[in-house]
């Protein structure tokens, strides 16, 4: 059973940083790719980054280019997630997931339907 547990939320202040961790328990994190969605209040979850299990792609929402990186440790079973220039419309629950690619050579899902284990999600509040 994988298990995915997200740590790092909070409150923070528009253009603020703050830094999400996902720590993953069982399998072979090493050959998973690894993702991050987010759901606003009353809005749909979405895509946010996502990374291949080598680390040699990543894939990012538009709104989040060049603000957001995408990292993982295979060594230590944890992905994160460096947040920069937070805006208010960035406040969501955010969920890492796992996606049992088994070391793919496709390039990292960016759809939900993709990712076969969720964690609880971590609460992101960004305020003016």
């Known amino acids: 059973q994988v298990q995915l547990v997200e740590s790092g939320g909070g409150l923070v202040q528009i253009g603020d940083s703050k830094r999400l961790s996902c720590e993953v328990s069982g399998g072979t994190f090493s050959s998973y790719n690894m993702g991050w969605f987010r759901q606003a209040p009353g809005k749909e979850r979405e895509f946010v980054a996502t990374?291949?299990?080598?680390?040699?792609?990543?894939r990012y929402v538009d709104s989040v280019k060049g603000r957001f990186t995408i990292s993982r440790d295979n060594a230590k079973n944890t992905v994160d997630l460096q947040m920069n220039t937070l805006k208010t419309e960035d406040t969501a629950v955010y969920f890492c997931?796992?996606?049992?690619?088994?070391?793919?050579?496709?390039?990292?899902?960016?759809?939900?339907?993709?990712?076969?284990?969720w964690g609880q999600g971590t609460q992101v509040n960004v305020s003016s």
């Open positions: 997931a796992a996606d049992l690619s088994y070391y793919s050579s496709s390039d990292p899902p960016m759809n939900a339907h993709d990712y076969e284990y």
């Open positions: 990374i291949r299990w080598s680390g040699s792609v990543t």
